[in-house]
Structures are given as structure tokens and as C-alpha cells.
């Protein structure tokens, strides 16, 4: 069983920093992408920043240039360090795994880390 925990988030002014983090029960070498997801309040869920095992990076246009997912396969840690927040980035942050193994997609969650960015 796989399991993802997330922690860094918290209240910060608009102009901030935050930075996530996600440890991974295995190695984060093994999954196929792991990425950040976030759900504001009254919102679908989007998706905001993805990494793939050989590094390749893909951000959602409105974070682009602000925040930066990076991986420390060390630690089996994916870390999303988020900088000029704005009022909008106020959502629960998730962190998300896909393993596809033999053709099987397995897909996994973390709990969710609350990020609230004050004006």
C-alpha cells in the first residue's frame, strides 16, 4: 500500500512563500508521474504542477513562473515551493501518484494540506 502525506501548508500574506512537500512510502523513482493538485471551495479540482520519473515538469498556466515542483528521490519527497502567492492560490493542496505497472494505473492520494493566502 502506498501512501502519500503532504505537509508545509499554512496561512501566509499575498506575496509569500509556502512549500509543499510530499513523502512517498517508496521510492518516488517508481511512479510514473506525481504531481500537485488543489480544490478551492466551490471549485473542480485542478491540477497545478506534475513530475515525471525522468524529470520533465508540466505547470498550470496560472502558476507558471511562480512556483516550481522539484523532487528529492533521496527523501522520496516531491517538494512544490510556491512563491508570490496570490488570494487565489487559497485552496486544499493534494499531492497525487500514477503507477502504471503491466498496463494497470494505479492512482493515489494524499490527504491534502490547507494553503490560505490572505490579501
Known amino acids: 500500500q502506498v501512501q502519500l502525506v503532504e505537509s508545509g501548508g499554512g496561512l501566509v500574506q499575498a506575496g509569500g512563500s509556502l512549500r509543499l512537500s510530499c513523502a512517498a512510502s517508496r521510492s518516488t523513482f517508481s511512479f510514473n508521474t506525481i504531481g500537485w493538485y488543489r480544490q478551492a471551495p466551490g471549485k473542480q479540482r485542478e491540477a497545478v504542477a506534475t513530475i515525471s520519473s525522468g524529470g520533465s515538469t508540466n505547470y498550470a498556466d496560472s502558476v507558471k513562473g511562480r512556483f516550481t515542483i522539484s523532487g528529492d528521490n533521496a527523501k522520496n519527497t516531491v517538494h512544490l515551493q510556491m512563491n508570490s502567492l496570490k488570494p487565489e492560490d487559497t485552496a486544499v493542496y493534494s499531492c497525487?501518484?500514477?503507477?502504471?505497472?503491466?498496463?494497470?494505473?494505479?492512482?493515489?492520494w494524499g490527504q491534502g494540506t490547507q494553503v490560505t493566502v490572505s490579501s
Open positions: 497525487n501518484a500514477i503507477l502504471n505497472r503491466f498496463g494497470v494505473v494505479y492512482d493515489y
